[in-house]
């Protein structure tokens, strides 16, 4: 495209200097007045677009921050809570709390990857069926544990209601993120800004050809580039939850989880 770009504006450059040997005057300096304004009009738009699209990236970071935060404390507790000598079930949470960041993150991404499950005897892949809300059924399962450990007084009410807080806010991220990945900026808003940059920049040599010659091919090539990076930039970044280079890093940040309660439990 920026190809394109240099190509048609050295063509209008030609033929403005060369074939109808155009003079400048007071209107070629009221047409670059009027790119002016509008160049000031497109950089507030695209310092909204960028603005709006970044607090959703680092929205994502922040949900996946607290996700981290409360594995670590419901970890903690639950190695304060249950008996040094209760192998199954410290086993069994040591499991399924990092099994939900894993599914979380394959399903804001709209996958099921059942190979980075880790499976014990109390949870084999015919527990989860994978057309159904995956987290919530992970989620499900930690919640039924805690009541039966509760319900066989291997921990307390007390202590129940201590965990309640890290329990919740599964669902709650969950839901955030969901809400972050169903919402994405409206086309309309998106595509309007395409069609300016792209309006504004055909029509760019047309207002500078006559004051600034033949260096107008490569500053409207470098207008371009500014221009459409930043859009580019501001599309890479408001779905946060994929797999591309500038995606959160949720596969790194749930392995991280992974490591982090084995160590507590």
């Known amino acids: 495209m920026m190809i394109s770009i240099a190509v048609y504006a050295l063509i209008i450059e030609y033929l403005y200097m060369e074939v109808f040997r155009v003079s400048p005057d007071s209107k070629a300096k009221t047409l670059s007045n009027m790119h002016t304004l509008l160049g000031l ?13 970044y607090d959703r990236w680092w929205e994502g970071r922040k949900l996946w921050g607290a996700l981290v935060n409360n594995s670590r404390n419901l970890a903690i507790k639950l190695n304060a809570f249950l008996p040094e000598g209760d192998k199954e079930n410290r086993l069994f949470f040591r499991r399924m709390i990092p099994n939900f ?3 979380l993150k394959n399903h804001l991404r709209k996958e099921y990857v059942a190979e980075e499950f880790e499976y014990f005897p109390q949870f084999h892949p015919d527990s989860i069926q994978p057309d159904a809300h995956v987290p919530n059924q992970v989620a499900s399962y930690i919640i039924q544990k805690i009541t039966l450990l509760q319900s066989n007084q291997v921990i307390t009410a007390d202590q129940v209601w201590l965990m309640n807080g890290e329990m919740s806010s599964f669902t709650d991220i969950c839901g955030a993120c969901e809400r972050i990945r169903n919402t ?3 086309f309309s808003y998106s595509s309007f800004i395409k069609k300016f940059i792209f309006f504004y920049t ?3 040599p047309f207002g500078y050809v006559l004051t600034m010659g ?5 500053v409207c090539v470098f207008v371009f580039y500014v221009l459409a990076s930043l859009e580019l930039i501001a599309e890479e970044i408001e779905s946060p939850f994929g797999s591309d280079a500038n995606d959160l890093p949720t596969d790194q940040i749930a392995k991280g989880i992974r490591s982090t309660v084995r160590e507590l439990i």
Do not use: D, K
Not at 214 to 218: E, L, V
């Open 184 to 186: 994405p900026i409206p």
């Open 101 to 103: 960041a894993f599914v």
């Open 214 to 218: 033949y260096w107008m091919m490569p």
């Open 41 to 53: 009009v497109l950089s507030l738009l695209l310092v909204f677009r960028t603005n709006t699209a």
């Open 202 to 204: 055909m029509t760019l």
